[in-house]
């Protein structure tokens, strides 16, 4: 079993890949004259998200409206639940947002009013998942999942052969299961006493907020059932997890990617830079509404090598960043569209049930 301590990436960048990259994208945001955040435009662009998320629920709380109404209201909170979490949370957290680090920390926070636990997912998206991708027992995002076999270093169960048919509505349970994963957590990346009180603290306190404005609202302010309550609930959170697990999994789960195994000295065949790029993939490049909405994530090769600039950035660097890679000899993983991309990672989930250590080529 892998851990972060005795995984080591090679050191030596003998052409210079990384180094040449990072000015190359560097002279292209100058040449244009954009800053690394997102200025003015994330911050309309975070606007509109939250009012998608919490435009819908006032609605709920003080419109009398039929039960199918209602519903689509509460897909509208998910679609808007999935848009802050991929669109403003993410870059706030890894802190490229804006300059200013308590705005940063403000939209960050966003992550609470979904729910969640800032200090929780840094650690496992911005420490494991960014530095250790695709690695089996280190990257959590491919790791433990019940029913699913995302890498082919994980055991092989006779279940798996049909994963490919019930994968999308385990997707679905994403962030339901978070409520739970956050207490796992915060015991799990917590090694000293003072930092395990303050972070056990700031989730208790998260989440009693959280579950008191999401349950005690609608009780106060709407005549409904405890059963038209979890109705509505699982109805948003069912259709954000869907949204953000598979376009998660469209980045690293999908034909030609890598899933680097450590040797038996705990080191790595290459370094971070290109470790990062042959376990990542993008999608959907053209679709300007696409990159909008799920914030950027379709350019995922961007994002693992510079989690530091804003997404709306990502298309001015990404010809820089794939024709930098194919100059150094470096597979750059492209699926045309949406559809492309979720064909490709239902290939992998039935060669992933099926195959226990051959990985599939891509075409």
């Known amino acids: 079993m892998s851990s972060v301590a005795s995984v080591r990436f090679a050191r030596n960048d003998d052409a210079g890949f990384f180094q040449e990259l990072r000015k190359r994208v560097d002279q292209t945001l100058k040449e244009n004259q954009v800053s690394k955040t997102g200025g003015s435009r994330i911050i309309g662009k975070a606007i509109v998200m939250l009012a998608m998320y919490l435009v ?32 403003v949370m993410h870059d706030a957290n890894h802190g490229a947002f804006s300059k200013s680090s308590w705005v940063n920390k403000l939209f960050g926070g966003t992550l609470y009013l979904l729910g969640g636990n800032v200090f929780g997912w840094k650690v496992q998206h911005n420490t494991l998942h960014h530095t250790y991708t695709n690695i089996l027992h280190v990257d959590q995002d491919i790791t433990g999942k019940p029913w699913l076999r995302l890498s082919y270093a994980d055991t092989l169960k006779k279940y798996h052969k049909y994963q490919h048919l ?49 349950i005690g609202l609608p ?124 064909g490709s990672h239902i290939r992998m989930l039935k060669d992933l049930g099926r195959v226990s250590d051959q990985k599939l080529v891509l075409a």
């Open 166 to 214: 019930y994968a999308f509505f385990l997707y679905s349970f994403m962030t339901l299961a978070f409520f739970a994963k956050d207490f796992k957590q915060v015991f799990q990346f917590n090694t000293e006493r003072k930092a395990f009180i303050k972070e056990f603290t700031t989730l208790m306190i998260g989440k009693i907020l959280y579950f008191g404005i999401i």
């Open 56 to 87: 819908p629920f006032a609605l709920l709380l003080t419109v009398a409206m039929p039960g199918y109404l209602m519903l689509v209201l509460c897909v509208m909170m998910g679609f808007g639940l999935a848009g802050i979490g991929m669109s």
């Open 219 to 342: 009780y106060y302010f709407m005549d409904i059932t405890l059963g038209q309550w979890f109705l509505g609930f699982f109805t948003v959170q069912l259709t954000a997890g869907l949204i953000m697990s598979t376009i998660f999994q469209l980045a690293h789960v999908v034909e030609g990617a890598d899933f680097p195994e450590a040797n038996d000295e705990g080191n790595l065949e290459n370094t971070w830079a290109i470790h990062q790029i042959k376990t990542t993939a993008n999608f959907s490049r053209k679709s300007r509404i696409m990159a909008w909405y799920i914030g950027g994530l379709n350019y995922q090769i961007e994002h693992h090598l510079f989690p530091n600039i804003c997404h709306i950035h990502y298309p001015l660097i990404s010809k820089v960043v794939e024709n930098t890679a194919k100059e150094y000899g470096i597979n750059y993983i492209v699926n045309k569209n949406l559809f492309t991309a979720l």
